[in-house]
């Protein structure tokens, strides 16, 4: 499956943002799918995940309470809603497609990549 992220973008601390990323491939309602997260000079992290299904759920500790993923399988697409922002939420945000059907927060239960979006925070 092939993944194209967007919707970054420059905001304020406590402002609200959605990500999209749109996937090709039939396979997409099959999989897991996941938001990652990498800060300049800091190694990539886990922010949340989806089942195939949807009734599936699981967040980073930090991002918990904050922000929202869901998909939505007619349209192969899955969404990162992020509100609440902090500067501390500045990365270039990935979605991920998970190797089955849910996925756990490592990196390796994800076998297809985005290129990613900014998000930039400003305090």
């Known amino acids: 499956v092939q993944l194209q992220a967007s919707g970054g973008g420059l905001v304020q601390a406590g402002g609200s943002l959605r990500l999209s990323c749109a996937a090709s491939?039939?396979?997409?309602?099959?999989?897991?799918m996941g938001w990652f997260r990498q800060a300049p000079g800091k190694e990539r992290e886990f922010v949340a995940t989806?089942?195939?299904?949807?009734?599936?759920?699981y967040y980073a500790d930090a991002v918990k309470g904050r922000f929202t993923i869901s998909r939505d399988n007619s349209k192969n697409t899955v969404y990162l809603q992020m509100t609440s922002l902090e500067p501390e939420d500045t990365a270039v945000y990935y979605c991920?497609?998970?190797?089955?059907?849910?996925?756990?927060?490592?990196?390796?239960?994800?076998?297809?990549w985005g290129q990613g979006t900014l998000v930039t925070v400003s305090s």
């Open positions: 491939g039939r396979t997409f309602r099959q999989l897991a």
């Open positions: 989806v089942s195939w299904n949807s009734l599936a759920t």
């Open positions: 991920a497609a998970g190797r089955t059907v849910v996925a756990g927060p490592g990196t390796a239960n994800f076998g297809s």
